[in-house]
């Protein structure tokens, strides 16, 4: 199902306590696609984001308690698929994601139904170190036979979704560790979706740093291992039939 010229877009932008960039991460991607609309999903925030967000211009939708990534987009592509969109883009509030490349990802729709902006596909420099880069690397591994092309950063939160993927979304868009980004493709594959990548750079965080040590580092490996393995055994509806019944 690729995307039309004229297609409706929506970037979803989760957001937890991001008061602080919010409004800058808005203005860019206005500035680089001022004809589509945003939806910042607050996610439980205590610091005014939600506030910001509405200032700055965005459509918000208030979550009473923090859900985490994953529940707040499945909030984002249930309102997406009520309100008639072709096309959901997830844009993190954080300003590590480029908006000048959202043109690109929702272009690459036209051969798959989910396309992920990928870190590791020969643009930037970002790079991933001890355990973590291991994980990333069985990660994207294992998702890179599931789905019969080469994926090398199946945790890329950058990613768009097409029609048929969002009404898979919309009802099993999963809200566990690492749910976000590796089940939401594992599922998207086991029902019959298609998945490609397509290189992005990743800037650094714009305000804030993410923690890191050995310790935390081994303890993601492990986690994402157990995370993936749920994910490959869970039974999941074809996605015809999930059609099926948006169209009954």
């Not at 800058?24 to 004809?35: G, K, L, N, Q, V």
């Not at 930037?124 to 036979?145: D, E, H, K």
């Not at 490959?232 to 996605?239: C, D, E, G, S």
Request: glycine share 10%.
């Amino acid at each position: 199902m690729p995307a039309r010229p004229d297609a409706r877009v929506l970037v979803v932008i989760p957001a937890w306590n991001e008061a602080g960039v919010i409004a800058s991460t808005i203005a860019e991607i206005r500035a680089a696609r001022p004809d589509v609309d945003l939806l910042v999903v607050d996610d439980g925030s205590g610091d005014g984001t939600a506030d910001v967000a509405e200032a700055a211009g965005a459509l918000v939708a208030r979550l009473p308690y923090n859900l985490g990534v994953g529940g707040a987009m499945r909030a984002g592509y249930r309102y997406a698929l009520r309100a008639g969109y072709d096309v959901v883009v997830q844009i993190d509030a954080d300003g590590q994601h480029d908006p000048a490349y959202l043109t690109e990802l929702v272009r690459g729709l036209d051969e798959a139904d989910v396309v992920v902006g990928a870190r590791f596909a020969g643009e930037g420099s970002y790079r991933a170190t001890g355990p973590r880069r291991w994980a990333m690397w069985l990660l994207a591994g294992v998702l890179s036979r599931l789905a019969g092309t080469r994926l090398t950063d199946v945790t890329s939160g950058f990613r768009a979704a097409n029609r048929r993927a969002v009404v898979v979304f919309a009802d099993h868009y999963p809200a566990e560790y690492l749910g976000d980004t590796v089940e939401s493709l594992v599922i998207a594959l086991r029902v019959g979706c298609t998945v490609r990548q397509l290189p992005v750079e990743m800037r650094p965080r714009t305000i804030g740093q993410a923690s890191q040590s050995p310790l935390k580092a081994t303890v993601y490996l492990a986690r994402a291992v157990v995370a993936l393995g749920l994910a490959l055994v869970r039974r999941w509806p074809a996605a015809t039939e999930t059609l099926g019944q948006e169209k009954a």
